[in-house]
């Protein structure tokens, strides 16, 4: 579905990426793992063409994303779960929700997917007039991926959601990616946390220093010495 070929990027004088490829096939679940710097935001921002990539190439579904604005790749079904949420704290959950529907295709089932958002996160059905910024981080999380489905999408990019969140509510995050998951989503999630995104994946590619050093399924990157020793702490 998702296909990246040697991808660089980077921020002026700083290169981030150094000739990356991955591929998501419809229906899975992958993770790029990697430490705090490695580049996991750049590459989500690369394929929802918020930065351009300067080398390689990016396609969708074998339609090339190369030199694509944002709001157009939105149109070929990706929608992207920015880091640290970036809801608007002063508009309503619902409100919130609402803007993830701007697309005309979406607008116009804008209460159907309200309704469908609401069956996924019964919760934000019931803090619907409650101002984004007043909820907890966990809740918060829930509407930004809800705000994400609202665009109807193929494929949901995730940054980091469990980021900075008490290890309780960081449990119900990674249920609600499995959730998503059954639902038939196709996902990218970027995570430090490994260990436990490595329970919800099928595969993963392990980022380091903008490069991707390694990638397998998800039970055998969590059989592996190089993995537990330099990551899980085991
Ligand atoms: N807007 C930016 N301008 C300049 N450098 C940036 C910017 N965003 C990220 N970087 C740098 O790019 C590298 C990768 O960052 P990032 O993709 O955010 O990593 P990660 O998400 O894995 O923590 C880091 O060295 C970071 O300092
Ligand atoms: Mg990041």
Redesign the pocket.
């Known amino acids: 579905m998702l296909k990246l070929e040697g991808v660089s990027a980077?921020?002026?004088d700083?290169q981030?990426?150094f000739g990356a490829s991955l591929d998501v096939q419809a229906g899975e679940a992958v993770a790029v793992i990697?430490?705090?710097?490695?580049?996991?935001?750049?590459?989500?921002?690369v394929i929802s063409g918020i930065?351009p990539l300067r080398e390689g190439h990016l396609s969708m579904e074998g339609r090339p994303l190369d030199r694509v604005p944002a709001h157009r790749i939105i149109e070929t079904g990706i929608a992207h779960v920015p880091?640290n949420r970036r809801l608007f704290p002063r508009l309503t959950v619902e409100e919130n929700l609402k803007i993830g529907a701007y697309l005309p295709a979406a607008r116009s089932r804008f209460a159907e997917r309200l309704d469908f958002v609401y069956s996924l996160f019964p919760r934000m059905k019931e803090r619907r007039n409650q101002l984004a910024g007043t909820m907890s981080g966990g809740e918060q999380q829930m509407c930004a991926i809800g705000r994400a489905l609202m665009s109807g999408p193929k494929l949901l990019l995730m940054?980091?959601p469990s980021a900075g969140l008490a290890p309780v509510i960081v449990q119900q995050v990674f249920d609600l990616v499995r959730r998503i998951r059954s639902e038939g989503y196709t996902v990218l999630i970027?995570e430090?946390n490994i260990q436990q995104v490595l329970k919800v994946v099928d595969r993963a590619y392990l980022?380091e220093v903008?490069r991707i050093k390694l990638s397998g399924k998800s039970a055998d990157l969590l059989a592996s010495d190089e993995i537990r020793r330099a990551y899980i702490g085991l």
């Open positions: 980077g921020y002026g700083f981030a990426l990697g430490p705090n710097g490695a580049g996991k935001t750049t590459l989500l921002r930065i880091e940054d980091e970027v430090q980022l903008g």
